[in-house]
């Protein structure tokens, strides 16, 4: 009895995984490392997470400034090549050069 119900339901979780396997297949999405779909999500949530780096006065005027450099280097990367995937590697590897205030910067005290 035993030995039927753990077929039975080795069977049922067999069947359903290669049915899910199937209907992933048929909608004809390719998920890569550069698929403009993910990336939107990804950079969308590290931009908020800079976001809240940048407008949060518990942090330090350095790390609000460098968030500050992240999100408008991001936004001229996406801006010149309208790629998501673009924009996020831009935004997770950009380091500024100097912290020093340019016109346009936040002031922060």
């Given at each position: 009895m035993r030995y039927l119900l753990v077929t039975t339901i080795l069977f049922v979780l067999m069947a359903t995984s290669t049915a899910f396997a199937t209907k992933?297949?048929?909608l004809g999405e390719v998920v890569t490392e550069r698929n403009e779909?993910?990336?939107k999500q990804k950079f969308t949530q590290e931009l908020f997470t800079?976001?809240?780096i940048f407008s949060s006065n518990r942090n330090g005027a350095d790390s609000?400034?460098?968030a500050e450099r992240k999100?408008?280097?991001a936004r001229e990367k996406y801006n010149l090549t309208?790629?998501?995937c673009d924009a996020y590697d831009e935004?997770?590897?950009f380091n500024p050069e100097n912290?020093?205030?340019k016109p346009g910067d936040a002031q922060f005290n």
């Open positions: 992933k297949e048929t779909s993910i990336c800079q976001q809240r609000r400034r460098v999100i408008e280097a309208a790629s998501y935004l997770q590897t912290l020093d205030r």
